[in-house]
């Protein structure tokens, strides 16, 4: 899935507003992105030693 700045923002601003209107209990900075890799797979997007 390709993943875009523009996304991740507005799904980010969605969670944030979920969690305000207390559609849930997990804020915006712990809900989970689908439009993100997951952080095991951060690594493997190209840092160093992938040789």
Known sequence: ???TPQL?????TFAAERY???ETDTPSYE???PFQPPASEAGKLG???DE
């Open 31 to 33: 809900a989970p992105n």
């Open 20 to 22: 305000r209107r207390g």
């Open 8 to 12: 991740e923002r507005a799904w980010n």
């Open 47 to 49: 840092g160093a030693g």
């Open 1 to 3: 899935m390709s993943s």
